[in-house]
Each structure stands twice: as C-alpha cells, then as structure tokens.
C-alpha cells in the first residue's frame, strides 16, 4: 500500500470543513470538494475563520494558519479527487446517496486509492460492493467536531484488505486521533452505546419521570457527562439521531433503538436542534 500524501474529503458541511482541517493540519494535502463553488469557498472562509478565533485565543499561530491554507484547494468538480490516495466522503447520512456517489467515485479515482465513508451507522459492506475495489473500502468516522474530537473509528466492512485498515489506522493517527477499530455493525462502537441512552432519556420525560432540564443537570452532575442528553441531542441534530436509531432498530430489532414517538414528530416539524435553532431548547 503506498503513502497517503493526497486526501480528498467529500461535503463541505461542519463535518467535511472539520475534516478538511484536521488532514491539512497533519500535513496532508487536502482537495475539498463542494456541490457548488459558493459552497466550496464559504467552507474555506469558515476554516479561515476558525484560525482567526483559535489565534486569539492563543491556540494557534498565523504561521500554522497559512501553512494549512495553504494545503488546501476547494473546488465543485469530481474529477479533481482522481489522483487522491485517500477519498472520506461525509454527505448526507442516506445509504442510497452514499451508494450513488460511491459508484461515481469508482469511475474516478486512481485504481489504488482507498475510498473511505464517514458513517456513523450505516453499512460500510453495502458501500464497497457498488465499487470494483471492494478491498479497499472502509469506514473512517471522526467524530463531530472533528478538530476537537479524539476519537476515530475505523470500521472493517467483511470485504477490506488488512492494507486498507492499516493504512486507515495510520491516517487516523497521523491526524493525533486515538484510532479504534470496529467491524461493521450499526452504530459501531459510540453509537451503538450512546443511542439507546439519548432515546431512554427523552422516553423517560415523556413518561414525566423528570422535567428536560433535571434530566440533563442530573447526567452532568451524577455521571460527570460534560452535557445531558437533551443538550447533546439538540447538538448532534434530531434528525441525525432518527436515522440513526432507525439504523440501529433496522438491524438489531432491540426495543431499545425504537426512536420515541416525540423525536419522529419534532423531525417532521423541522424541529432538528441547533442547526435549526429550535430543538428540545430554543438558541
């Protein structure tokens, strides 16, 4: 397996600018691409912006800005991922999306290069088999936010070559993330834990055991958790969190997974957490 020296991250959203940082920032050579050029460049002016705050607040240094700036190109076209050694796409958390965009890439990138998803929970197998390089597919979760988060989970679908999870394992660390691998069932190691704690908190209020506000002052103070779980729902996104329940519920069938009748309702009124300003709190 050669050296990865290029990467290209798929999606431009908060994950796929955290993405793009933390490569660029190990050294990486990062081809970022967006659906839109307006996409690509906000993205870009957002990373800029991150380091404006982090060297205010002494965490970095104008010298470190421009050197992973300057790593890193935006564009809205496929076809300038083609010579990466290393593709991670984080778009939408949907397996048909996911699965589209994998053949696509197929026709793409250099025959070598090892094309990796960002799931949280969904199947990295069904993924690697719309591609003819199933061996070197694999699932590289970093968690949100990226830059901030130390964990990666690096998941071995049945069909990946030993190769792809070192090489996988050694991005991951070259990256200064605490690299586990996991084999390939829903929600992995985190998610597969944390969810069914997240959905029994909200079916616990439902329940009118507790107000929200106890429940997640109880978790802080009791568990030594540095948010509840109400807190933490509305940050990882309501809607992220159904579909990973669904996910986890599809292929478990454990009642546990079962997603309140509260979360699927606040999903269909928009009610998504703080991206949409208005979740179990208001922002």
Known sequence: MSEIKKVGILGSGIMGSGLAEVAAKAGYEVVLRSRSKTAAEATMASIDKGFAKAIEKGRATEDERQATMARISATD???ALADCDLV????????????????ELEQIIKPEGILATNTSTLPVVEMAM???????????????PAPM???????RP????????????????????DAVEVKDR????????LFPYLNNAVRMWEQGTAAMADIDTAMKGGCNFPMGPFALLDL???DTSLAILDALYDEFRDPNYAAVPTLRRMVAAGQLGRKSK???YTY
């Open 77 to 79: 076209h496929l076809g």
């Open 88 to 103: 991670i796409e984080s778009v939408v958390e949907d397996l048909a999306v996911k699965k589209a965009l994998f053949e």
């Open 130 to 144: 719309v591609t003819q390089r199933p061996d070197k597919v694999c699932g590289i979760h970093f968690f949100n």
């Open 149 to 155: 988060m130390k964990l990666v989970e690096v998941v």
């Open 158 to 177: 049945i069909t990946a070559s030993d190769d792809t999870i070192a090489a996988a394992m050694a991005f991951a660390t070259a990256c200064g993330k």
């Open 186 to 193: 829903a929600g992995f190691i985190v998610n597969a834990l």
């Open 236 to 238: 990882v996104g309501l």
């Open 278 to 280: 208005r979740g179990f």
